[in-house]
């Protein structure tokens, strides 16, 4: 028994390391891209940084996916859970590496760079919050839809999730980023808000993803015969 408890301990702090350091990852170099595209007066590109997002998402995935599952996403680590995917024992340890590791990534920014660009902070534009709520539930649908028809059914060609996910990711920030931001991550915004003490609409980044994502599970459940063709 005592075996058992110090393997799980130690199987419950690497998928917790890699959750922590894949967002750390994912907020240092895809805000980052947003903060030095301000310094640089725009030299990156709103599509330029886009790539950076989709592009990190993808080298994460392949790179992590086989440790944690890749979440780095609140949002998606509840869909995975209310999907059946993933344990309840785990939702709430996964959420709280992910907010430390956001939060490391985004202080490292405002030790580096002070708060230029708010570093990388999202918000609606011109206050429209109903607009970029919309926006937002749709846009972590797509993404959340997307995971699990390339990464989570078992029919889907599975070596190309990353790729395919990546490549969403950075396909709905190109487009809708000047909108929203194309947060589609609590996480993600939760952490620029902090160091940069931004918090207008906060709330909308948290509920908007948390809704889209849901709304995806319900979707896709329907299409896969309750996950029974998926597994």
């Known amino acids: 028994m005592v075996k058992s408890f110090l393997k799980e301990v130690s199987k419950s702090r690497r998928l917790l390391a890699a959750e922590l350091f894949g967002t750390f990852i994912l907020i240092f170099v895809g805000t980052g891209a947003i903060v030095v595209n301000s310094i640089s007066q725009g030299v990156i590109t709103h599509v330029g940084v886009s790539f950076v997002f989709g592009a990190v ?24 859970w209310t999907s059946g995917f993933f344990p309840r024992r785990y939702v709430l340890p996964y959420i709280l590496a992910q907010l430390v590791g956001a939060i490391m990534a985004s202080g490292l920014l405002l030790i580096s760079f002070g708060k230029v660009g708010n570093l990388g902070a999202t918000l609606p534009l011109n206050g429209n919050w109903l607009q970029s709520f919309i926006l937002e539930t749709v846009l972590t649908f797509i993404l959340m839809f997307v995971i699990f028809g390339a990464a989570l059914d078992k029919r889907a060609h599975s070596n190309l999730a990353g790729l395919a996910i990546g490549l969403t990711v950075g396909v709905e920030a190109t487009c809708m980023g000047p909108i929203t931001g194309a947060s589609m991550n609590p996480a993600r915004s939760f952490s620029p808000a902090l160091m940069a003490g931004i918090w207008q609409h906060q709330w909308l980044y948290w509920v908007a993803p948390i809704l889209g994502a849901q709304i995806a599970v319900i979707v896709y459940r329907n299409l896969s015969n309750q996950f029974r063709d998926a597994q």
């Open 57 to 80: 998402v993808t080298a994460l995935i392949y790179s992590l996916g086989h440790i944690s599952g890749a979440h780095f996403n609140p949002a998606v680590t509840l869909a995975f």
